[in-house]
């Protein structure tokens, strides 16, 4: 199969791609996803075989718009109002919730699962598009399956070349990290996985409790390896204190180390920002799997904010 990466302006060919049951990799907010009808099981089928991902790992629903949810999920003796507050202040955007679902959601789907998983994106391109198409769309990240994240369109390529008809390219994402995921749980916020809506800013809507890996196996986003680069990576609160191997090519991922021992340093953001820093941390990541490094050194963030975010990645990255 012939892949195409095509521009925005073209997503007249992704919405006549997804009504003939294929996928299509799209931008969103917070990396690009792997887009496909989500009543159509064929068109979802393919979503897992161009990923490589098992069939125990259930997908995103995007919706077109709010009319959608309760079509989807059952919030009946749910927390309807925090739901509804919650969503109300995070969609569109980088907000997944974890919901009771209904039986129109194919199983595929939700691997089974009695939940189903549904954010509302903020993309133009990927609104523009959902909305043409008028359904909700699956879509997990647009890489392969326990691989780093696609945050632009040559990602995706590198990740997906051959496997997939059409990329659709809306430039670089903006958040960088995956959908903030959480369930609710007798009024309490659960958070899944961690991502752009900080536990700080979900404090203001009840009790958050953060779901460790451990705890909770049965989300493979937050299976102990995922976001994973070829080449090993190890996780330090201090690199200067790394002491190098004669011989070796190492990379350092810094948030505030200079790294002057290190044959390829990235900074995830020179004026220590976080929002900036989340932005480049895969694209950085696969820049330093890509040259030929023999480890890469990555230094822990301030476990604050979006900081816990980007932690919890390198922390997954760094697993074998
Ligand atoms: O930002 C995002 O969320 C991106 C964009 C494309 O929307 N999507 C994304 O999808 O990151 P994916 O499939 O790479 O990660 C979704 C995670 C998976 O770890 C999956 O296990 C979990 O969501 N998930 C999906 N449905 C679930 C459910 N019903 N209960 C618990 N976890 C669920
Ligand atoms: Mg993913």
Redesign the pocket.
Known sequence: MKTEVVAASECARAVALLRGGDVVALP?E?????AADAFNTTAVARIFDAKE?PRF????V?LPDWDWLEKVADLAGQDRKLILQLADAFWPG?F?L?LP?REIVPDIV??G?E???V?I?AHPVFAEIIRAFGSPLA?????RFGRI?PTAATHVLQELNGRVPLIVDGGSTK?G???T?V?LRNARIEV??R?PITEERLAEFGEVVVVEAVQCP?????LPS?YAPKTPLLLLDDPTAFIPAPGKRYGLLSWTSAGASFSDVRHLSKRQDLIEAATNLFRYLRELDNVGLDLIVAEELPQEGLGAAINDRLRRASHR
């Open positions: 969103t917070t990396v690009y996803g792997l991902r790992d259930p997908l995103i995007h980088p997944t974890v679902k939700t691997a699962l939940t189903v998983a954010r994106s879509a997990p990240s647009a890489n994240s958040h990290l995956e959908s995921i369930a899944l996985r991502g049965e989300v493979p986003g937050q995922h």
